[in-house]
């Protein structure tokens, strides 16, 4: 069964480069057919999707984001990162990965609550 991992640090200055890692284990993140998305959820606001790696290697990014975001993999540790510079306190919110498939989004993390602040 597939399961992923959010980590990376709680807290950021405005400004600086966000970074948070997913960790994939039970299944390939080269496995056919999967995409890999990074989704966020402010405090009291609804789910925005921010980006998304290919099994293939390519990836997705939300057009709200494109110039801050960049997300990218490492096969070798099963792992997807996300990066988003130039933070604001806007950017402060539970972080997820998941697992999207035929069904949609199949699998999340359990989520990571990342703070911008000073």
């Known amino acids: 069964q597939v399961q992923l991992q959010e980590s990376g640090p709680g807290l950021v200055k405005p400004s600086q480069t966000l970074s948070l890692t997913c960790t994939v284990s039970?299944?390939?993140?080269?496995?056919?057919?999967?995409?890999w998305s990074w989704i966020r959820q402010p405090p009291g606001k609804g789910l925005e999707w921010m980006g998304a790696?290919?099994?293939?290697?390519?990836?997705a990014c939300s057009p709200f984001l494109k110039s801050r975001i960049s997300v990218s993999r490492d096969t070798s540790k099963n792992q997807i990162t996300l990066q988003l510079s130039s933070v604001t306190p806007k950017d402060t919110a539970v972080y997820y990965c998941a697992k999207e498939g035929a069904l949609g989004l199949e699998v999340w993390g359990q989520g990571t609550l990342v703070t911008v602040s000073s």
């Open positions: 790696m290919r099994y293939s290697g390519t990836t």
């Open positions: 039970g299944g390939s993140i080269t496995t056919n057919n999967y995409f």
